[in-house]
Structures are given as C-alpha cells and as structure tokens.
C-alpha cells in the first residue's frame, strides 16, 4: 500500500541531497584552452568564469579580435565540459533516490 508520510520524507530527503549538490556546485571546475594554448578559461558547475589567462603576444590592437575569439572559443569549451562533470556530479549525488527513469531528464532542475 502506498505510503504518503513515507514518500513525502523521501522527497525531503532528495531535496536535501540536490541543495546540497547544488551548492557543491562551485566546488567543480573544467579549464580549456583555445590558441594553442594562448588563452585558458576555467568556469566553475555553476558556469561561472573564475579564471581567464591570455597569453602577452595577444594583447596587441591589431589582435584583438583574435583575441576576443579565443577568450569565447576557451570559456565555451570550459562552459561545456564542466556541464557534463556537473550533471554526473548531481547523478552521483542522488543516486538510489530518484528513480531511473529513462527519458526522464532531471538536468533543468540542477541549473543554479
């Protein structure tokens, strides 16, 4: 038979884990490169930019759009791989407390 007071406690409890994760969220970094090299960004699980490096020989006039193409190019990449490490991070987090469902996609929920 169905449990209401079991199940509410269980979502309490999952809600909990994703306050959590979300909150380790900014605990998670990716940091890529564009150039070869001559620009890193690094973004944080909350796809915050907390780290942009640039090589001195781009910061000239005649380079700058160069420049501002590499410094997209690198935080876009950065932005990217951090999703993916966050949303198995999130996964990990409630593992055993949501359901498997497939075709269920949970991601929107954990976007900070």
């Not at 690198?74 to 498997?100: D, L, Q």
Request: charged share 30%; aromatic share 2%; proline share 3%.
């Amino acid at each position: 038979m169905f449990d209401m007071m079991k199940m509410m406690g269980k979502m309490k409890e999952v809600q909990a884990k994703m306050k959590e994760a979300q909150d380790n969220l900014v605990n998670i970094k990716a940091t890529a490169d564009a150039g070869g090299g001559m620009v890193t960004a690094t973004v944080n699980g909350k796809k915050e930019v907390v780290t942009l490096a640039i090589d001195d020989s781009l910061i000239t006039p005649e380079d700058k759009e160069m420049l501002q193409d590499l410094v997209i190019a690198a935080v876009n990449k950065a932005t990217s791989e951090v999703e993916i490490t966050a949303k198995e991070e999130m996964r990990k987090s409630t593992e055993g407390m949501i359901p498997n469902i497939p075709g269920l996609d949970l991601g929107g929920m954990f976007n900070g």
